[in-house]
């Protein structure tokens, strides 16, 4: 039997959304341990194989929504998975490092960029997102494929091994 206490802190700590890093979902870190520096940070930078993008960065190397909005073509020479998330986003941190270790495992053949959407909101608005994590992979030639939500690591592999057919 759990006291109150327990049970409030447990709570506590599901509301704050601060997981535990290596760790499945559902296990959260105390709140004063994310205070002290610990465990998930805000603005963490990208690994070596994720590259953050701007809007900016985006229109310049995915899409320029600016010159051609009613048509899509995509300006990559590989397939592309672009993670829309935010730093406040529990089940954007969840998904992470799967995206960072597809990064790893198609490095060469697909490349994985980030985009977040407090600091660069122009590219969400333009595709309407609303909810995150929202991951679009996209195929060299063809339309993107959205996936929104936290999936498994099982279903993005999926979806880049459909785009690269």
Known sequence: ????????????????????????????????????????????PASPTVTVLSDADFRERIYDYVKSPDHWLYKGDKVAVIDFYADWCGPCRQISPYLEELAGEYAGKVAVCKINIDNDNQTAKFFGIQSIPLVMIIPVKGDPITLLGSRAKSEYREAIETALK
């Open 1 to 44: 039997m759990f006291s109150r206490d327990e049970i409030s802190q447990t709570v506590e700590h599901y509301i704050e959304g601060l997981q535990l890093p290596g760790h499945p979902a559902g296990l959260y870190m105390p709140v004063d341990y994310a205070l002290k520096g610990g465990g998930a940070k805000k603005s963490a």
